[in-house]
């Protein structure tokens, strides 16, 4: 599968004046870096102990890092298959370029299409992603089907194509999407700019992550970041310090303007994909599965219902968390992806 002849020029191993990464902590192996057109690409991988049966391909979203997925690698690992886990555009060693459509679902999506062609060509893998990865995973798989073995999204139920943009702003006026209101704060590109300095990414990260006055007042709820309440907001116990040491590091290598950069392309979003949308949308064919975080307060059930019609084979769970389903109930959340992965044999 070389379907990607045109990025063949421009994609190489990263050379070595590249910035090192940091030391690849467990359960990955090793790290790795590619270039594809003009940006890099850093990924982490993991490794069974004999020869991989496949391969599976993480995303995580924001604002997290690969390390995200500390608790589902081993099993993956255990049951036979490589983890291939990139940082996203925009974050820690991968580029974070200036132009805003590099963020584009379909430009990311023909960027992780390359990347797979250079690690693993003519295997088809298994997709999955959380947060704004789980959104990617619905579109990557939109755009290459025939890449993916099966896919699954922790969070973020499949949002068909629309016909007529609306402003999410609109969208709220109007008293919809109201658990959304947040991102109208991150899409402002003044954010950026608080969000510079170790202080003010430690804080952030503390308060993206359930972090909370003495009072339990949090720093994060749908309505957004509350900057104000930072510098009194407590440790978040879903990283512990080392983690949020490595968190804050990786950061600090792009600032906040490139993780932010997600939430700006809806509209082009949108124009790349309307033609789709006028043609009836897509009918997704391989194996998924979603799973529900009942107490996610933004990704909330609701917007489940329905999703069913669009796929030919979907498996659906759910766990009584809030977001960070993969950090805040692991044991759950495994159970969940080794019942599916068996039905894939």
Do not use: C
């Amino acid at each position: 599968m070389k379907l990607f002849q045109t990025l063949a020029l421009s994609v190489a191993l990263a050379t070595a004046t590249a910035s090192p990464p940091p030391p690849v902590r467990a359960p990955f192996n090793t790290s790795h870096s590619v270039v594809i057109g003009e940006n890099t690409w850093h990924y982490l991988r993991a490794r069974p102990t004999n020869e991989p049966k496949g391969t599976v391909l993480l995303l995580h979203g924001f604002p997290a890092l690969p390390y995200l997925w500390k608790y589902q690698v081993p099993i993956f690992t255990s049951l036979g298959y490589q983890v291939i886990a990139p940082e996203m555009l925009g974050y820690g060693q991968t580029s974070s370029p200036s132009e805003l459509d590099e963020w584009s679902f379909k430009k990311l999506s023909v960027s992780l299409a390359a990347l797979l062609d250079q690690i693993v060509p003519d295997e088809q893998v298994i997709l999955g992603g959380h947060d704004w990865g789980a959104a990617l995973v619905w579109r990557f798989a939109m755009w290459y089907p025939q890449l993916f073995k099966a896919i699954f999204s922790l969070t973020f139920a499949y949002p068909p194509p629309p016909t007529e943009y609306v402003d999410l702003a609109d969208q709220i006026a109007a008293g919809n999407a109201s658990t959304f209101k947040y991102q109208l704060e991150l899409r402002d590109q003044s954010l950026d700019r608080k969000i510079q300095n170790e202080t003010e990414i430690r804080e952030f990260l503390t308060a993206a992550y359930g972090g909370a006055t003495p009072d339990g007042t949090l720093g994060f709820t749908p309505d957004g970041f509350d900057l104000d309440i930072f510098p009194s907001l407590q440790p978040a116990k879903l990283l512990n310090g080392e983690e949020l040491d490595l968190y804050v590091a990786e950061f600090l290598l792009h600032s906040f303007r490139g993780p932010l950069n997600w939430y700006r392309t809806a509209k082009i979003n949108f124009e790349d994909e309307l033609p789709i949308a006028q043609a009836g949308g897509v009918r997704f064919a391989m194996p998924t599965l979603f799973v529900q975080a009942l107490k996610d307060a933004v990704l909330i059930p609701e917007l489940a219902v329905g999703q069913g019609q669009y796929f030919d084979n979907l498996t659906s769970a759910e766990v009584d968390t809030g977001h960070w389903m993969p950090l805040d109930d692991p044991d759950k959340v495994n159970k969940i992806l080794q019942s599916w992965l068996a039905t894939l044999d």
